[in-house]
């Protein structure tokens, strides 16, 4: 089964290098420019990909479905330019498609995230399963910041690989705070918004920030970085809702103070807690140390007691 990797960039010239090196073995290499000024180009026609052009956009969601259909393959891989894939990557992907072909149109690969230096391995950075291993006309992009692809065929129809034992995505985000703090800004500015003022309500937005500080705490597994990056994803949720906010006509009242304990209620908290557990890793390992802590800790209360 023959594959497609199409790879879109824009000044990638930092991280191209090892993203098109780790799939230098698929049948076809495409790559979606949109005018880089730096060597980009020059990376891409060294590892003989078809180079395609397009006008620079805000944000690239929007556009992956143009280019789906460059592909001559079957099956498609899709990377982002700061991706790339471990020294086994061509062995599993085609293990996976021979293996799972006739029963799944679509694969969500986990995906690790290093940021500031950082591999992270909690914190709602992880197991971040990406959908970018189809059949051709069977996934679609929305125009919306980091939403996940529909598969066209149904759910049913997509298989999610569970981790650790499998194919990864490795994902070099951030190199520093700064440059995290920039990209999120750039995200909220350019992503879409509802512009009926009806349907607006500020306190889903400080709803959303409450859940990130939580989701994204891990202090176990991530250190004190967890908590600078609950802090700053609980930030754009807000900035995302006042970006909202000024972009209606006619303009809602904000009412902020009013919206605060009404987004305090709407976090369901055995949602959170259900959703680390599942996110750390899928481990039974983990659940069982918890129970065993359980246990040890009715131990000393029940010795205390005595």
């Given at each position: 089964?023959?594959?497609?990797?199409?790879?879109?960039?824009?000044?990638?010239?930092?991280?191209?290098?090892?993203?098109?090196?780790?799939?230098?073995?698929?049948?076809?290499?495409?790559?979606?420019?949109?005018?880089?000024?730096?060597?980009?180009?020059?990376?891409?026609?060294?590892?003989?990909?078809?180079?395609?052009?397009?006008?620079?956009?805000?944000?690239?969601?929007?556009?992956?479905?143009?280019?789906?259909?460059?592909?001559?393959?079957?099956?498609?891989?899709?990377?982002?330019?700061d991706?790339?894939?471990?020294?086994?990557?061509?062995?599993?992907?085609?293990e996976?498609?021979?293996?799972?072909?006739?029963?799944?149109?679509?694969?969500?690969?986990?995906?690790?995230n290093?940021?500031?230096?950082?591999?992270?391995?909690?914190?709602?950075?992880?197991?971040?399963?990406?959908?970018?291993?189809?059949?051709?006309?069977q996934?679609?992009?929305?125009?919306?910041?980091?939403?996940?692809?529909?598969?066209?065929?149904?759910?049913?129809?997509l298989?999610?690989?569970?981790?650790?034992?499998?194919?990864?995505?490795?994902h070099?985000?951030?190199?520093?705070?700064?440059a995290?703090?920039?990209?999120?800004?750039?995200?909220?500015?350019?992503?879409?918004?509802d512009?009926?003022?009806?349907?607006?309500?500020?306190?889903?937005?400080?709803?959303?920030?409450?859940?990130?500080?939580?989701?994204?705490?891990?202090?176990?597994?991530?250190?004190?970085l967890?908590?600078a990056l609950?802090?700053?994803?609980?930030?754009d949720?807000?900035v995302?809702?006042?970006?909202?906010?000024?972009?209606l006509?006619?303009?809602?009242?904000?009412?902020?103070?009013?919206a605060?304990?009404?987004?305090?209620?709407k976090?369901?908290?055995?949602?959170?807690?259900?959703r680390?557990?599942?996110?750390?890793?899928?481990?039974t390992?983990?659940?069982?140390?918890?129970?065993?802590?359980?246990?040890?800790?009715?131990?000393?209360?029940?010795?205390?007691s005595?």
């Amino acid at each position: 089964m023959k594959i497609s990797c199409i790879v879109h960039t824009r000044n990638s010239g930092r991280t191209l290098e090892q993203a098109l090196a780790s799939v230098s073995w698929a049948d076809e290499l495409i790559v979606v420019d949109m005018e880089s000024k730096d060597d980009t180009l020059d990376i891409a026609r060294r590892w003989q990909a078809r180079i395609l052009n397009q006008p620079p956009v805000p944000r690239v969601d929007g556009i992956r479905n143009r280019f789906l259909d460059q592909a001559t393959h079957d099956w498609i891989l899709v990377l982002d330019s700061d991706e790339y894939l471990a020294d086994d990557g061509e062995k599993a992907v085609r293990e996976l498609i021979e293996q799972h072909q006739h029963r799944f149109d679509a694969i969500a690969i986990p995906r690790f995230n290093t940021i500031a230096g950082r591999t992270m391995r909690g914190s709602n950075w992880y197991p971040d399963h990406q959908i970018r291993l189809f059949k051709k006309g069977q996934v679609a992009w929305s125009d919306s910041v980091h939403k996940l692809p529909e598969v066209v065929s149904g759910s049913h129809r997509l298989l999610e690989l569970r981790p650790p034992h499998c194919l990864h995505i490795f994902h070099t985000n951030y190199l520093d705070i700064p440059a995290f703090v920039r990209r999120q800004v750039e995200y909220a500015c350019s992503d879409s918004y509802d512009h009926n003022p009806d349907n607006f309500d500020f306190s889903d937005y400080l709803a959303k920030a409450y859940e990130n500080l939580a989701l994204y705490e891990d202090q176990e597994r991530d250190g004190d970085l967890s908590h600078a990056l609950s802090l700053l994803m609980a930030w754009d949720s807000i900035v995302r809702g006042l970006i909202h906010w000024q972009s209606l006509q006619p303009r809602p009242a904000l009412s902020y103070m009013t919206a605060l304990p009404i987004a305090q209620k709407k976090v369901s908290r055995s949602k959170i807690f259900l959703r680390k557990l599942r996110m750390r890793h899928y481990a039974t390992a983990y659940v069982a140390r918890r129970l065993l802590d359980i246990g040890r800790n009715l131990f000393r209360l029940g010795r205390a007691s005595r």
